[in-house]
Structures are given as structure tokens and as C-alpha cells.
């Protein structure tokens, strides 16, 4: 079944922060994250597994809630860069090979 | 180091016409995908490979068809095109293991008309 990002769309100004949710029913074994730029193929981002790690890049970072099956990804301090949509992938096994993904969320970084 | 390599980029089928999507990475990974992405949508899983002659459905994978004879290629074969065909394909190549990520292809959008 498909997760849930929220919220679908977010405009922010540059420096602004924010949160992007990602939900599921399952027991999830990881959850990944891709960031996608208008025409162009998605691009790997981070992989949270099961266990509540929460890792981080640079400005961006997120966390995995075991007990919720809820992924959050943090965009700090944002950057015109990081306009584009993220989507979330779960998984119930290990691996990529199973992968279901989100909706989506449109982010955009005005100046 | 190409990366994953998907061509064409662009192709107009007419309905019932049949072809054939190529995927090849240089990467030497034993996992290979096939997404679809249909527009202001997430991507959906059509095929994956775990290795050369091992293939496996994906959630919709209906209308097409897959073969993996090396590790490198990964063609996507549509039989008999429909208009619900039309979507932008995605290749994607990746490592079995924990921590495995999938690098993509730069997709083939495709219209069935």
C-alpha cells in the first residue's frame, strides 16, 4: 500500500525551514528518500531503517519512527537547490527491490 | 562511468504498436527496476531483476514484459501500446545489501496516441 506524504505542496523563502511526512500501515524494514527536479530523474537523498536512525546531509536530515511506521524529512535553512519533489519509498524487506513510493511533495524556494 | 543509460528519450506510439525501452548501467549492480510515472504522481513499480535471468512483477506490471540475459541490460518490451501506456519510464540500477540505493536513468517519456 502506498505511504502518505504531507503535506503535498509547501512554498517557503530561502532560509526557511521545513518538514515533509511520510506515513504508512506497514511494518516497515526502511524508508528512502528521493528528491526529483522538474524533467529530470529522481536523485537519491538518504535511507532511514528500521530502529529509529536518523541520519543527516549537510542541511538536510531525517528521522524514522518504528513504532509510528513515520518517516520525517528536515530541510533546514533552505536553499533555492532544494526546490523540487520529494518522495518518499518504504519498504517491508531489505533492500530497494520492493519499493513503494509516496505521492510526493512539491517544494518550492522562492528567493 | 555512464551510469544508467535509458534510450530513446522520447518516443510516439501509435495504439497497438508494440516496443522496446532499453536500460543498460555500467555499474555492475545486481538489481535492476523499472518504474512508470504518470503525471504529478509518485513511481510505480512495473519490474525488477535481482540478477541476469532472474525477473520478478512489480505493482503493475500488466502490458509489459522484461528480460535480464546479462548484468548490465534490462529492456522493458510494451506489447500491443494503449493510451493508459503513456507515462514517463524509469530505469534504475542498485546493490542488494542494508543500505542499498537505486541510481535512475534519465527516463523515456512515452505517448501512445
Known amino acids: 500500500q502506498q505511504p502518505v506524504q504531507s503535506p503535498q505542496a509547501v512554498i517557503l523563502r530561502e532560509g526557511e525551514d521545513a518538514v515533509i511526512n511520510c506515513s504508512s500501515s506497514?511494518?516497515?524494514?526502511?524508508v528512502h528518500w528521493y528528491r526529483q527536479k522538474h524533467g529530470e530523474a529522481p536523485v537519491f537523498l538518504m535511507i532511514l531503517l528500521k530502529g529509529g536512525e536518523q541520519k543527516g546531509h549537510e542541511k538536510i536530515s531525517a528521522s524514522f519512527n518504528e513504532k509510528k511506521q513515520q518517516s520525517s524529512l528536515y530541510l533546514t535553512a533552505s536553499q533555492l537547490s532544494y526546490s523540487g519533489t520529494y518522495f518518499c519509498g518504504t519498504s517491508t524487506v531489505q533492500g530497494a527491490q520492493k519499493l513503494v513510493f509516496g505521492q510526493g511533495t512539491r517544494l518550492t524556494i522562492n528567493p | 562511468n555512464a551510469g544508467v543509460t535509458q534510450t530513446p528519450k522520447f518516443r510516439i506510439l501509435k495504439i497497438g504498436q508494440s516496443m522496446t525501452l532499453q536500460c543498460t548501467q555500467d555499474m555492475n549492480h545486481n538489481y535492476m527496476y523499472w518504474y512508470r510515472q504518470d503525471p504529478g504522481m509518485g513511481l510505480k513499480l512495473i519490474y525488477y531483476s535481482v540478477g541476469a535471468g532472474i525477473t520478478d512483477k512489480g505493482e503493475v506490471p500488466n502490458g509489459y514484459n522484461v528480460s535480464r540475459s546479462t548484468t548490465e541490460d534490462f529492456p522493458l518490451r510494451l506489447e500491443l501500446a494503449a493510451p493508459s501506456q503513456t507515462s514517463v519510464y524509469f530505469c534504475?540500477?542498485?546493490?542488494?545489501?542494508?543500505?542499498?540505493?537505486?541510481?535512475f536513468g534519465q527516463g523515456t517519456r512515452l505517448t501512445v496516441v
Open positions: 506497514k511494518a516497515l524494514y526502511s
Open positions: 534504475a540500477s542498485g546493490w542488494t545489501g542494508r543500505n542499498t540505493e537505486a541510481f
